[in-house]
């Protein structure tokens, strides 16, 4: 049995901490033969790998994991969170800035939806983020057509269920009342496709914008559409309890970014 396979780290994790792809993600991707180390293609997960083994995917080599990193996202509308779009859309990846490193989203926010969207190079950190039982609240601003009560906005902080699928109580609160449209605030530890818009049409009410604003006690703050912005390796550290390179530049913030120009092709 070599060293590696000794000690190191499963090279799922490895692949995933790279940014290439989620640990799962990857593991499909070792059993689909797309991976090799020292040259040779493996067809199991279960391997340990160490810096001295060369890795590669698709061909090309998997740099030394970079330490885990985390993005706040200011996403407009109109664009999609997948990486690559089935109808054609434009997706979030054709808009960052050119030198993010490869990033996955955590979680989603749909097409008509801006706000907060959490970015990151690791895919473990992209795991425990999305995991129900982190529990992290989400905020959001809804402005909704309409002119509810705080008696329509029970059934929503009660629970409801649509369709057969229940949906957890949700935090809510009428702000106020801007013409034909109202706005609420709602807070909720779960994150169901299309949740908030459908919660909302089940007491009737149409949703014509939806904002979020934080993310467990991420912020967007005052992020301008399309930018982006590092969290403090320090406060990555503080708030998920994973190690970062908080000794390497102590107290400066990656500066915010704006997106790509429109039309200019990301690089590969």
Known sequence: ????????????????????????????????????????????AALNVTDKDKVTVDGRDLSAPEPPRLWLYHKPTGLVTTTRDEQG????????????????????????????????NDGGIKRKLELPSTGWL?????RVKGRPSDKTLEPLRQG??????KFQSMTVSLDRQQGANAWVT??????????????????????????????GPFQLGQLKRGEVQEIRPRVLKDQLGMQGEDDKKPGKPTPKRTRRKPGKPRQK
């Open 1 to 44: 049995m070599t060293e590696s396979q000794h000690k190191g780290e499963r090279i799922a994790k490895v692949i995933a901490r790279a940014g290439v792809a989620s640990r799962r993600e990857a593991e499909r991707m070792i059993e689909s033969g797309r991976v090799k180390v020292n040259d040779k293609v493996i067809e199991r």
């Open 138 to 142: 989400r905020k959001y601003r809804v």
């Open 186 to 215: 709602v807070s909720l530890r779960e994150g169901k496709n299309r949740e908030i818009r459908r919660a909302m049409e089940a007491v009737g009410l149409s949703v014509n914008r939806l904002i979020r604003i934080s993310y």
């Open 89 to 120: 859309r434009a997706t979030i990846y054709d808009e960052l800035p050119e030198d993010l490193p490869r990033v996955m989203s955590v979680g989603r926010l749909d097409l008509n939806s801006e706000g907060l969207l959490l970015l990151t």
């Open 160 to 165: 409801i269920e649509i369709e057969g699928e």
